[in-house]
């Protein structure tokens, strides 16, 4: 079992930015890959950034090219999601996730349903 808990959410003003943070406890050897989803009200969970734990590849939706970056501390076992010059449409709730499967495409883990563990969430409320 992994266990993951975010944090760093919060309100904040269009502009700014947030650092996100999951950190990772239990069988965390096991985990292959990570990511951040998010779920904005009346929205289906989202696609935002994914990253190979062993080598830091990284893989981002679209939509999160230029604005966010995912990033990791192996020694911490923390996941981060650094999000700059936020927007009133980044307000959502923020989710990360793991997963112990291997796939040689990084494409492949931004299907939520292709992660085994889940945190339980951070809101992110952008608004002046």
């Known amino acids: 079992q992994v266990q993951l808990t975010e944090s760093g959410g919060g309100p904040a003003q269009p502009g700014g930015s947030l650092r996100l943070s999951c950190a990772a406890s239990?069988?965390?050897?096991?985990?292959?890959?990570m990511g951040w989803f998010r779920q904005a009200p009346g929205k289906e969970r989202e696609f935002v950034a994914t990253i190979r734990w062993r080598n830091g590849s990284t893989y981002y939706a679209d939509s999160a090219k230029g604005r966010f970056t995912i990033s990791r501390d192996s020694a911490k076992n923390t996941l981060y999601l650094q999000i700059a010059s936020l927007e009133p449409e980044d307000t959502a709730v923020y989710y990360c996730?793991?997963?112990?499967?291997?796939?040689?495409?990084?494409?492949?883990?931004?299907?939520?349903?292709?992660?085994?563990?889940w945190g339980q969430g951070t809101q992110v409320t952008v608004s002046s």
């Open positions: 996730a793991a997963t112990s499967r291997v796939v040689f495409t990084l494409s492949y883990y931004s299907a939520p349903e292709h992660y085994d563990y």
């Open positions: 239990g069988r965390t050897l096991s985990s292959s890959a």
